[in-house]
């Protein structure tokens, strides 16, 4: 199986900030990791495909990049609304695998 | 718009089978364009994927599970569904209902797939 490994787990940011989030996977998988958020007691929200792909509907302040084995989403501007767990999700190979997720909290 | 709604027993005893359905609307799940997919989250934890429909009826599975696990359509009632067999407490879990979109990317010539639109999820305890 294919690990997909974020970091941090969690982070304390305040509203404005630069927030930062790598996934790292244990193969190369191209450019096939997506990134969902995810709020208490809600499924997970697709923001970014296929590494890079702003999801229709996703603010601007969400970007992401990465290819290979390394992969980074990146909120500018960190919004009250931004609050939330992320995860990165590998669809190179079965079994699709999920990153462990990242809390963004308010500091 | 497209919508997914889980629905099923929330309580199922341990050794027996969990089925859910996933209905679907504003898609359909007889389109070559789509997988259907279950994926699952016990309380407080991450997330891990069940497996996967086409809409020929062809499905991949997460090997930790594929000797428990059934994924089909009903494309008459534009559904999908899950049995999960031999269930345990560890199996006590959110299951998510999801569609796949398959996108083909012109310019490194490769297919992806990602979970588009999720349903809401249903909790499902397994009683011992």
């Known amino acids: 199986d294919i690990q997909v490994t974020q970091s941090p787990s969690s982070l304390s940011a305040s509203v404005g900030d630069r927030v930062t989030i790598t996934c790292r996977a244990s193969?190369?998988?191209?450019?096939?990791l997506n990134w969902y958020q995810q709020k208490p007691r809600q499924a997970p929200k697709l923001v970014i495909a296929?590494?890079?792909s702003l999801q229709s509907g996703v603010p601007s302040r969400f970007s992401g990049s990465g290819s290979g084995t390394d992969f980074t989403l990146t909120i500018s501007n960190l919004q009250p609304e931004d609050f939330a767990i992320y995860y990165c999700?590998?669809?190179?190979?079965?079994?699709?695998?999920f990153g462990q997720g990242t809390k963004v909290e308010m500091k | 718009q497209v919508q997914l709604q889980e629905s099923g027993p929330g309580l199922v005893k341990a050794s027996e089978t969990l089925s859910l359905t996933c209905s679907v609307s504003?898609?359909?799940?007889?389109?070559?364009?789509?997988?259907w997919s279950w994926v699952r989250q016990p309380p407080g934890k991450g997330l891990e994927w069940i497996g996967y429909v086409y809409y020929s009826g062809s499905t991949n599975y997460n090997p930790s599970l594929t000797s428990r696990v059934t994924i089909s359509l009903d494309t008459s009632r534009n559904e999908f569904s899950l049995k999960l067999s031999s269930v345990t407490t560890a199996d006590t879990a959110v299951y998510y209902c999801a569609r796949i979109l398959e996108d083909y990317y012109y310019g490194s010539g490769d297919y992806f797939k990602y979970f588009d639109y999720w349903g809401q999820g249903t909790l499902v305890t397994v009683s011992s």
């Open positions: 999700q590998q669809s190179y190979s079965i079994p699709w695998t």
């Open positions: 296929v590494a890079s």
């Open positions: 193969q190369i998988i191209t450019r096939s």
């Open positions: 504003g898609s359909y799940v007889s389109s070559g364009s789509y997988y």
